[in-house]
């Protein structure tokens, strides 16, 4: 399963839902990677807490998921401004 996981992979909690983060490092030797989480920073995350991995994304188990990382987890999008509204094509 290691195999599939690469530098940069988006890290989600469940199929269908946004990125909560990305792998940062694969640590070789170890059963675990360090993964970022918006907003919070680094953390190491055992490779008996993922779930799944398909189309270069990797799914968290977020049951398996220590205290601090779930919370973390909970607050990922915190900072986003929920009245941004994206520049529309059409104005290029």
Same mark, same amino acid.
């Given at each position: 399963?290691?195999?599939?996981?690469?530098?940069?992979?988006?890290?989600?909690?469940?199929? !269908?839902?946004?990125?909560? !983060?990305?792998?940062?490092?694969?640590?070789?030797?170890?059963?675990?990677?360090?993964?970022?989480?918006?907003?919070?920073?680094?953390?190491?995350?055992?490779?008996? +807490?993922?779930? +799944?991995?398909?189309?270069?994304?990797?799914?968290?188990?977020?049951?398996?998921?220590?205290?601090?990382?779930?919370? +973390?987890?909970?607050?990922?999008?915190?900072?986003?401004?929920?009245?941004?509204?994206?520049?529309?094509?059409?104005?290029?």
């Amino acid at each position: 399963m290691r195999e599939q996981i690469n530098e940069g992979s988006m890290v989600f909690i469940a199929d !269908g839902s946004e990125g909560i !983060g990305s792998v940062r490092e694969i640590r070789h030797g170890l059963p675990e990677l360090l993964v970022y989480i918006e907003n919070a920073g680094d953390f190491v995350v055992p490779m008996s +807490a993922v779930k +799944a991995i398909h189309s270069g994304k990797i799914v968290l188990d977020f049951d398996h998921l220590d205290l601090r990382l779930r919370n +973390a987890i909970r607050h990922a999008r915190d900072s986003e401004d929920p009245s941004y509204i994206s520049p529309s094509s059409e104005d290029e």
